[in-house]
T-cell receptor, first 112, second 115 residues
Framework: RKEVEQDPGPFNVPEGATVAFNCTYS??????FFWYRQDCRKEPKLLMS???SGNEDGRFTAQLNRASQYISLLIRDSKLSDSATYLC?????????????FGKGTLLTVNP | EAGVTQFPSHSVIEKGQTVTLRCDPI?????LYWYRRVMGKEIKFLLH????????ESGMPNNRFLAERTGGTYSTLKVQPAELEDSGVYFC?????????????FGPGTRLLVL
């Protein structure tokens, strides 16, 4: 079983749509969680951290459920510029506290 | 402020040859990480330096890979001898503090192709 599993995608949505990404992690000792965004042939960039209380940044909302080991990302009113691969990331757990463990990513294409 | 830089951006070598990748972290960042993405797979952790010391090298695939960070500034990752399965994108990342929730800033990656 993969340590971080995401919706395989790809997602193709029209501008203005709401998109939800789901992710589960298997290591219950993981302590920090993030969504990274990766544009084609570019490096991953932090989109937002994911806290147990949930957090929102403009059109983006992230949720974490530690009991079910589930992470989500919601994008409202999607823009063309949101087209990218979204990476679910867990950090910590066991002896490796600081390494990031990535999901495979979900490709989002927002169409005009 | 300059971001994480990596050199070369691309490398094409033959099986059995040696390749050395370089990473320059953001100035002042003590933590430096190497990751790799093999085609079709997720990005995977290789190792973590704190200054010049290896904090965690649990992700290094085998002894053909050697990472160094002499002086605690830039780092090199040498693959010797390279095998076909070493092809992929090698990312370097850095962060200022050793703490959870600390953002890791990624470099643009080195695309390695072993023929």
């Amino acid at each position: 079983r993969k340590e971080v599993e995401q919706d395989p995608g790809p997602f193709n949505v029209p501008e203005g749509a709401t998109v939800a990404f789901n992710c589960t992690y298997s290591n219950s000792a993981s302590q920090s969680f993030f969504w990274y965004r990766q544009d084609c042939r570019k490096e991953p960039k932090l989109l937002m951290s994911v806290y147990s209380s949930g957090n929102e940044d403009g059109r983006f909302t992230a949720q974490l459920n530690r009991a079910s080991q589930y992470i989500s990302l919601l994008i409202r009113d999607s823009k063309l510029s949101d087209s990218a691969t979204y990476l679910c990331v867990a950090q910590g757990g066991g002896g490796s506290n600081y390494k990031l463990t990535f999901g495979k990513g979900t490709l989002l294409t927002v169409n005009p | 402020e300059a971001g994480v830089t990596q050199f070369p951006s691309h490398s094409v070598i033959e099986k059995g040859q040696t390749v050395t990748l370089r990473c320059d972290p953001i100035s002042g960042h003590d933590n430096l990480y190497w990751y790799r993405r093999v085609m079709g797979k997720e990005i995977k952790f290789l190792l973590h330096f704190v200054k010049e010391s290896k904090q965690d090298e649990s992700g290094m695939p085998n002894n053909r890979f050697l990472a160094e960070r002499t002086g605690g500034t830039y780092s090199t990752l040498k693959v010797q001898p390279a095998e076909l399965e070493d092809s992929g994108v090698y990312f370097c990342a850095s962060s200022p503090r050793l703490a959870l929730w600390e953002t890791q800033y990624f470099g643009p990656g080195t695309r390695l192709l072993v023929l």
